[in-house]
T-cell receptor
Framework: AQKITQTQPGMFVQEKEAVTLDCTYD???????LFWYKQPSSGEMIFLIY??????QNATEGRYSLNFQKARKSANLVISASQLGDSAMYFC???????????FGTGTRLKVLA | NAGVTQTPKFQVLKTGQSMTLQCAQD?????MSWYRQDPGMGLRLIHY???????DQGEVPNGYNVSRSTTEDFPLRLLSAAPSQTSVYFC??????????????FGPGTRLTVL
């Protein structure tokens, strides 16, 4: 069965430092997409970054990059130069081509320290 | 372009009451879905729709009904509210329901408490 695992319930990082949030996934399907969302304390879900299973290069969006290791089935989110506004819950999600369902992990709460 | 909107933002119900959570999108997205978010459990899919007139069950459909009469709207009905339905509910939409590249965009959420 398809599954997303986020093993870090909470993390701390010093302001201006980089941080990596872990995400592993389980699927035997060759075609899938991986997503990261940010949920600040205000509650909304904000799309951050996407990686396709056939993409040769790691996705990047500003300070966000996705460290995609297909053989290890991992899709870790890297946030560079952390800011106080990065403090939030972060969710990893997967979508299989041809299915209509997105699968979410349980999230990692990140706290950026001044 | 308002994106995905949800009403109400907050709601308190008594056990046994029924209500409808409203969701609308103005992006002409075919795919719409409802999730519930509970502490420590991430987001779980309740129902989804791949177009007007087409709906299907997700992971946790019991106690909820949906319909999709237009592309824009996808209401979620609680038939007889139970305390176990206390949760935050999110509506989301994406361009289509087929491609793994389709990014879902979320509404602001509805916080529901059932007493």
């Amino acid at each position: 069965a398809q599954k997303i695992t986020q093993t870090q319930p909470g993390m701390f990082v010093q302001e201006k430092e980089a941080v990596t949030l872990d995400c592993t996934y389980d699927t035997s399907d060759p075609s899938y997409g991986l997503f990261w969302y940010k949920q600040p304390s205000s509650g909304e879900m904000i799309f951050l970054i996407y990686q396709g299973s056939y993409d040769q290069q790691n996705a990047t969006e500003g300070r966000y990059s996705l460290n995609f290791q297909k053989a290890r089935k991992s899709a870790n989110l890297v946030i560079s130069a952390s800011q106080l506004g990065d403090s939030a819950m972060y969710f990893c999600a997967m979508r299989l081509t041809g299915t209509y369902k997105y699968i979410f992990g349980t999230g990692t709460r990140l706290k950026v320290l001044a | 372009n308002a994106g995905v909107t949800q009403t109400p933002k907050f709601q308190v119900l008594k056990t046994g009451q029924s209500m409808t959570l409203q969701c609308a999108q103005d992006m002409n997205h075919e795919y719409m879905s409802w999730y519930r978010q509970d502490p420590g459990m991430g987001l779980r899919l309740i129902h989804y729709s791949v177009g007007a007139g087409i709906t299907d069950q997700g992971e946790v459909p019991n106690g909820y009904n949906v319909s999709r009469s237009t592309t824009e709207d996808f209401p979620l009905r609680l038939l007889s509210a139970a305390p176990s339905q206390t949760s935050v509910y999110f509506c989301a939409s994406s361009y289509s329901g087929v491609q793994s590249t389709d990014t879902q965009y979320f509404g602001p959420g509805t916080r529901l408490t059932v007493l």
